[in-house]
């Protein structure tokens, strides 16, 4: 069976949630996954000081093209209010965390700690991983450090635009 078949329920406050492979095919889905987005990267706009990020400007049509996987965190009765999506990187053999997003109204509750621990322990759970944020959205660095992934460069994508690259190193599976 698959993983979307078997959700894994958590509590987060005294709201229930599960935790569940996304579907970007389902309209609501992928509109509550885009709405989410621009809002969390917004403020991560503010916090870095720079509002060129490609996913505020990416239409829900580019978001929907994109080859990556979604989890996401959806309360009880339905609403996504938070989500990871990944790929493979082509030529590392490593996975590639391309967007973690919470909704600001559910932000400081370890959501995005829940979501990168069901990945990283129940999905993938060995092998590379990598994954940048702004150099300067603290919450996101220090997210990814407890986590467990190193900082392995910088790089300025664009002018004013600082990127932190993080790794995490893990055995391989057999």
């Not at 916090?47 to 580019?62: K, M």
């Not at 979604?70 to 996975?95: M, Y």
């Not at 190193?169 to 057999?174: E, F, N, S, Y």
């Amino acid at each position: 069976m698959s993983f979307s078949e078997h959700p894994r329920r958590d509590e987060c406050s005294d709201h229930g949630f599960i935790v569940r492979e996304l579907d970007l095919a389902e309209e609501t889905t992928a509109a509550a996954v885009h709405r989410i987005g621009r809002r969390a990267y917004a403020v991560e706009a503010d916090l870095i000081g720079f509002d060129g990020i490609p996913a505020l400007r990416e239409s829900l049509e580019e978001m929907r093209a994109q080859p990556l996987r979604w989890l996401g965190a959806v309360t009880d009765d339905g609403r996504v209010i938070a989500f990871v999506a990944w790929q493979w990187s082509a030529g590392e053999d490593a996975l590639d965390i391309d967007r973690v997003c919470v909704d600001p109204t559910w932000f400081r509750r370890g959501l995005a700690s829940r979501l990168l621990g069901h990945l990283l322990t129940d999905l993938v759970p060995s092998g590379y991983v990598l994954v940048s944020t702004g150099a300067d959205n603290r919450p996101a660095v220090a997210l990814y450090e407890r986590l467990g992934f190193s900082r392995v460069g910088t790089v300025e994508p664009a002018p004013g635009l600082k990127v932190a690259q993080f790794r995490l190193t893990r055995d391989r599976a057999g």
